[in-house]
């Protein structure tokens, strides 16, 4: 096995444990020191939802309540509450087309209110490789429902 992959998969479940056991934090209580970059977690409850990695980790957590390009768990669940759940890259079904739906909208500003609601771990990971095996590790760990691997 290659030494560097070998390095990053030894440090896995450290990490994923550190992740779990964090005292949960929301989107307005997020503290003065934390990691520039990392893993993130949302949860409600007991249910961790979705997983997440940024090079900037407090602007990708806020992004998550933003625009609709910077919110894509927003919108992912939007489109489970509005029925809307197979993407597509064509113009029927779009993203355009369904921010331009007033009850889409609707339920994108809930799933975003929804959101700052949220509890919130994360985890220190600075390399970006480190990152992508960490967030598939936690994902497949926690079975969490909102994140997707597939390319489409």
Known sequence: MNEIFRQHVEQLHGKYEAL?????VTLDSLPKQMPASGIYLFSEG?????VGRSKRLRDRLRYHCGSAKD?????????EQTGNVKATYIPK?????????????????????????????????PDPNGQALLEIYVTIS???????????
């Not at 909208?105 to 509890?119: E, L, N, P, S, V």
């Open 93 to 125: 079904g779009s993203r355009n087309q369904l921010l331009a739906d007033d009850g889409f909208r609707t339920a994108f500003q809930a799933a975003k209110d929804r959101i700052r609601k949220m509890a919130i771990r994360f985890v220190d990971e």
């Open 71 to 79: 919110a894509p768990f927003a919108f992912e669940l939007a489109r």
């Open 20 to 24: 779990v056991q964090m005292k949960p």
């Open 46 to 50: 007991d249910f961790h939802l979705y």
């Open 142 to 152: 926690l079975a969490a429902p909102y994140n997707d691997f597939d390319t489409h």
